[in-house]
């Protein structure tokens, strides 16, 4: 990391233990973290290139750094599509990447800092405009975005596709019903297989799509719609979570042309121009030395639990996001510098899991009731939550289900009241 990139990290505000008013922003405007927020990455996230375009916009945006370097690294890996590439046996792993970024709400400057990243990469290959989209909502979408040439319908030539969706909720929610396709398509998408859709009507096919997924989605928004069965099937654990959070007050605004006669924009661009040509990317020594070390440490983890199963893809996210780093320096080889700031971004990643989701039940209606609960702290019966909370359209037996699970969890405890006849059970939320 250079000495102007460490430099530039020192005018980030300090993670100290939030005070009483967390509402609070210091004398130059930084916000403390809120009790329980992930530390700060490790400086070595912020890896030369990338690192210093980072560095040199924090200090004039609201946005959190590490929502900009993350959202940049994916973006970077979407528009070098497939001509790089890293190869652990017969498997290629391109530089596509699904990542999401998990705040609250507009608080979080979620969209200021994809705003950043979009200019930056629009500015470093004016084609990849047009390859990005909006609006995931079922698989067979997703594939005639990218969809081979077939007949008279020419296709798309250009197969990389980066999806951005401010509002990830309606993917997760789309994902899970049960007819959908998009859960599947969008696993394979990751994956790199060639995509399908096998109907009579309307086939479509894309044999070398590149996508990559950028999401916004809030903490409550996540737990609320994270099932059991999307665990289960690995469509979560495809995607690094990332905690971001709003990092300090400028009230009008900072400067908006922080890069320019730096010249980052323009090392960027060509950053992108190479990679993109790049091919077989492989270790260097180094790199190979630390690589042997971490995958046995990466493989080790448990993967039990909620944050255990979200995580359980280390060993392929850190690789892909060292193949990353190392194309927007212009190397050939995966140096142990490139990995060491890949698995300080995964285990960044990971204590974000943690804090969205510790304590998750991974049932949609136990976070409904929890969310009642939370707006009722004198607690709720459990006939109030039948009939007021869910309008009897719950079956009592799901609802105890629900109810056992939140208790499970540590987040809801049960206390029984008397009454003229059978005791009623009064509910209130602990978390």
Request: glycine fraction near 8%; hydrophobic fraction near 40%; aromatic fraction near 4%.
């Amino acid at each position: 990391m250079t000495e102007r990139v460490i430099s530039l990290l020192d005018q980030l505000p300090a993670e100290q233990p939030a005070p009483a008013d967390t509402s609070a922003p210091a004398d130059d405007g930084t916000l403390p973290p809120p009790a329980g927020w992930p530390a700060r990455p490790d400086p070595a996230v912020y890896h030369e290139l990338l690192g210093e375009i980072v560095g040199t916009i924090a200090p004039h945006t609201e946005a959190d750094p590490i929502a900009i370097l993350s959202q940049l690294l994916v973006a970077f890996g979407a528009t070098v599509g497939r001509g790089a590439y890293f190869t652990v046996e017969a498997t290629r792993h391109a530089p596509n990447e699904f990542m999401l970024l998990v705040g609250d709400s507009s608080r979080a400057r979620k969209g200021s800092s994809w705003d950043h990243v979009h200019r930056l990469i629009t500015h470093a290959d004016r084609s990849i405009e047009h390859r990005i989209l909006t609006g995931l909502s079922s698989g067979e979408g997703l594939i005639f975005a990218v969809r081979d040439p077939a007949g008279q319908d020419l296709g798309h030539p250009d197969q990389r596709l980066l999806v951005i969706e401010p509002e990830f909720a309606s993917v997760l929610k789309a994902a899970s019903r049960e007819i959908s396709t998009l859960s599947p398509t969008l696993r394979s998408a990751w994956d790199g297989r060639p995509l399908a859709i096998l109907t009579r009507t309307a086939p479509a096919r894309s044999s070398s799509a590149h996508i990559s997924v950028i999401g916004h989605i809030t903490q409550h928004e996540l737990r609320r719609h994270l099932t059991t069965v999307e665990l289960a099937n690995g469509y979560l654990n495809r995607i690094l979570l990332i905690a971001c959070r709003r990092q300090r007050l400028l009230p009008e605004g900072g400067n908006p042309t922080a890069l320019a006669e730096t010249g980052l924009d323009r090392i960027l661009a060509a950053a992108v121009k190479h990679a993109q040509t790049a091919g077989e990317v492989r270790l260097g020594h180094d790199g190979r030395e630390l690589w042997h070390h971490a995958y046995r440490q990466l493989a080790a983890q448990p993967a039990d639990g909620i944050v255990g199963q979200i995580t359980a893809r280390a060993e392929a996210h850190v690789i892909r996001l060292a193949l990353i780093y190392t194309l927007a320096d212009g190397q050939p080889e995966i140096g142990a510098q490139h990995l060491t700031a890949a698995l300080a971004l995964h285990d960044y990643a990971a204590h974000s899991a943690n804090w969205a989701l510790t304590g998750a039940t991974g049932r949609p209606l136990a976070e409904q009731i929890h969310a009642a609960l939370r707006q009722h702290p004198d607690g709720l019966t459990r006939s109030q939550i039948s009939s007021s909370i869910l309008r009897h359209n719950q079956p009592a037996g799901e609802i105890d289900t629900a109810l056992e699970a939140l208790q499970a969890n540590g987040r809801a405890t049960v206390t029984r009241q008397a009454t003229g006849g059978r005791p009623a059970q009064l509910w209130t939320t602990s978390a």
